[in-house]
Each structure stands twice: as structure tokens, then as C-alpha cells.
């Protein structure tokens, strides 16, 4: 019984397999002679700074809050997102809706309808959590729950 599966591993699924490469080839659906097209980089579209909350407006129940002035120009967006601490450095760009709903890989990506960094507003910027990208926020708010991250300049 042994040398039948012996048989059967050694002989029959290189056999196999090939047949199944050479069918492939003689469909067209494989081939080495055609040369390989370049992939052609997606261009985004650029977009105006959302603008800034304007201080003489008092929104309901924000009376307590400090008021916060922009840290940079108005009319600036964000393009990188850097936290030295933890060793992320991706640039952040926006996606629009023709590329799906699946996040971009090696980027950060933002939602436009939202502020920018230094506008006093919520931010909202996300990566996957892959290594290269926010694998180590997500690392780092597992042990103690993120403590390590309070503080840190991002």
C-alpha cells in the first residue's frame, strides 16, 4: 500500500500537472511570447482644504472646550503620516470611489469630509495593519492597553 501512494505522489501528480500546464498553453491562456504590458499608476484627483471652523461660532455644548487654532497654513492637507516612535512613515493620499472600498496598500488614505490635522476638527486616517503600515499601532495598543502610545508625536 505504501509504494501505491509512493507511486501516486511521485509520478502521477508531476504527470499531472503538467498536462494541466500544457492544456493551459494550447487554450492561450498562458503564454511566453507576448510581452508584458507596464502596470499604469492610478492618478488622484487633487482637492481644497476643507475649510477651518471659523472661532466667533459657538457650537452647543463646546463651551468648555479649549479653542484649538491650526498648527500649519489653512490652505495645506496632510500628505505624510510619521510617528518616529514606532517606526511608521507612509504617505496619505485619498481613493476615490472608481477604486473600490478596499484600502490601497504601502499608503495611508483619508476621509476628505472630515479636517485636516491642526483644523480643531476630527481627523480620520487609516492603513492597513500589515507590516510597513500600521502594524505597530495595532501591536502597541495590545500590550497594556496602548499606554506606550499616550504622548507620542504623530
Given at each position: 500500500?505504501?509504494?501505491?501512494?509512493?507511486?501516486?505522489?511521485?509520478?502521477?501528480?508531476?504527470?499531472?500537472?503538467?498536462?494541466?500546464?500544457?492544456?493551459?498553453?494550447?487554450?492561450?491562456?498562458?503564454?511566453?511570447?507576448?510581452?508584458?504590458?507596464?502596470?499604469?499608476?492610478?492618478?488622484?484627483?487633487?482637492y481644497a482644504p476643507l475649510p477651518t471652523v471659523d472661532p466667533g461660532i459657538s457650537l452647543p455644548g463646546a463651551s468648555d472646550a479649549p479653542n484649538a487654532s491650526p498648527t500649519f497654513p489653512p490652505d495645506r492637507v496632510a500628505t505624510r503620516i510619521v510617528i518616529r516612535r514606532l517606526d511608521i512613515d507612509l504617505?496619505?493620499?485619498?481613493?476615490?470611489?472608481?477604486?473600490?472600498?478596499?484600502?490601497?496598500?504601502?499608503?495611508?488614505?483619508?476621509?476628505?469630509?472630515?479636517?485636516q490635522p491642526g483644523e480643531g476638527r476630527a481627523t480620520y486616517i487609516y492603513a492597513h495593519a500589515r507590516v510597513g503600515m500600521f502594524l505597530p499601532l495595532l501591536t502597541a495598543s495590545l500590550h497594556n492597553n496602548g499606554a506606550r502610545m499616550l504622548g507620542m508625536t504623530v
Amino acid at each position: 500500500m505504501d509504494t501505491v501512494w509512493k507511486r501516486l505522489r511521485y509520478r502521477l501528480l508531476p504527470a499531472l500537472l503538467t498536462a494541466i500546464g500544457v492544456a493551459l498553453l494550447a487554450n492561450g491562456l498562458l503564454t511566453y511570447t507576448s510581452a508584458v504590458e507596464q502596470p499604469v499608476a492610478p492618478t488622484f484627483p487633487t482637492y481644497a482644504p476643507l475649510p477651518t471652523v471659523d472661532p466667533g461660532i459657538s457650537l452647543p455644548g463646546a463651551s468648555d472646550a479649549p479653542n484649538a487654532s491650526p498648527t500649519f497654513p489653512p490652505d495645506r492637507v496632510a500628505t505624510r503620516i510619521v510617528i518616529r516612535r514606532l517606526d511608521i512613515d507612509l504617505p496619505i493620499v485619498f481613493q476615490p470611489d472608481k477604486y473600490g472600498l478596499f484600502p490601497f496598500c504601502d499608503v495611508a488614505l483619508y476621509i476628505p469630509a472630515l479636517g485636516q490635522p491642526g483644523e480643531g476638527r476630527a481627523t480620520y486616517i487609516y492603513a492597513h495593519a500589515r507590516v510597513g503600515m500600521f502594524l505597530p499601532l495595532l501591536t502597541a495598543s495590545l500590550h497594556n492597553n496602548g499606554a506606550r502610545m499616550l504622548g507620542m508625536t504623530v
